[in-house]
């Protein structure tokens, strides 16, 4: 019998609204662009004395979920996604068209998730949170997500959760659809984009193999992107304390940034960082004469806005029916 095909997969979502109780159905059927997600176990020895120089017997220590999917951004899914890396959210709008914005919270949505490998391997995945999110592209590519997520329980299902349910297939946006702004003003010197919220998240384990609830750790923001080194407004600021600075700066230098990703004026990702702070603007010559592109990464900086707003817009007003 020949090996299944690796490309017969998909991964299905839900929001889990109590930490015991999985999603009764798949509410989102996401295809893989790559990535995993899986159940763990972790394995130790028994370290003790014996007549021989036989290692110790092996025994299970912890157990849980842990995975890294890739998925393409659409805005069908990419809502519910952001929700749950960030934990606030509002929707506005009438149908057929409605706005989501995605904010910071101090808590964050549990998800159920299920993946389908070889259409012979289902399982369930309870009580997932998600660690990080990291959303990209470069210039001309698609964008995509990574979403980083750790859970509690596993659950290998015998038949299709989901035979109904028809696979995301919108359009994915693409670089070439983005809009940028850096200090409030259009640029078109941005060829790539990179924004990941970071979650810190730990699995807690008590009395059992699996384990009793996630904590969520600071939650921290970077951006990265490639800009064409064509004038020194933004190098300045990093070393000079202001666009027209000509002297090392002692204090640290904040800006804002925007990246509008649009399909149509109902169709819209976009991402606010109203204040970071540059971190690494490396320029560097290159002996075979490419252009010169500064590789800045960015940190996102506390201030009276949210350090980061995402705004979707699609056709869907509620996470229940995405």
């Not at 998909?10 to 790559?34: D, N, R, Y």
């Not at 299970?60 to 960030?86: H, K, M, Q």
């Not at 384990?211 to 190098?235: A, C, H, K």
């Not at 904040?254 to 990246?259: Q, Y």
Request: contains cysteine; charged residues 15%; negative net charge.
């Amino acid at each position: 019998m020949a090996g299944l095909s690796g490309n017969a997969a998909w991964l299905g979502v839900s929001l889990q609204a109590l930490k015991g109780t999985p999603a009764a159905t798949v509410q989102h059927k996401i295809p893989f662009a790559g990535g995993n997600i899986e159940p763990v176990r972790e394995m130790d020895k028994l370290e003790e004395t014996d007549s021989s120089r036989d290692s110790g017997t092996s025994y299970v220590s912890t157990s849980g979920v842990e995975g890294d999917p890739e998925v393409y951004v659409r805005d069908t899914t990419i809502a519910l996604f952001l929700y749950a890396a960030l934990g606030a959210k509002a929707v506005t709008g009438t149908a057929p068209n409605f706005t989501h914005t995605l904010t910071p919270s101090t808590t964050l949505p549990m998800l159920t998730i299920w993946r389908n490998l070889g259409n012979l391997l289902y399982e369930r995945f309870s009580a997932c949170k998600v660690n990080s999110l990291s959303i990209s592209a470069e210039a001309g590519q698609p964008l995509s997500a990574t979403v980083e997520v750790e859970g509690i329980g596993t659950v290998r299902l015998t038949t299709d959760p989901a035979p109904a349910v028809a696979l995301s297939g919108e359009t994915v946006f693409n670089y070439n659809n983005a809009a940028v702004l850096l200090g409030g003003a259009a640029t078109s010197l941005v060829s790539s984009f990179e924004l990941t919220i970071e979650n810190n998240i730990e699995r807690q384990q008590t009395d059992d193999v699996e384990p009793y609830d996630i904590s969520v750790g600071q939650r921290e923001i970077s951006l990265g992107f490639d800009l064409i080194f064509e004038d020194l407004t933004e190098y300045n600021k990093f070393h000079y304390g202001g666009a027209s600075g000509t002297t090392i700066s002692p204090n640290v230098f904040t800006t804002s940034a925007d990246f509008t990703f649009t399909l149509g004026v109902n169709n819209e990702v976009k991402f606010t960082l109203p204040s970071i702070a540059y971190e690494e603007f490396p320029v560097e010559p290159d002996p075979g004469g490419d252009p010169v592109v500064a590789s800045v990464r960015a940190m996102g900086q506390r201030s009276a806005s949210p350090m980061v707003t995402a705004v979707v817009k699609n056709q869907t007003a509620t996470y229940t029916a995405i």
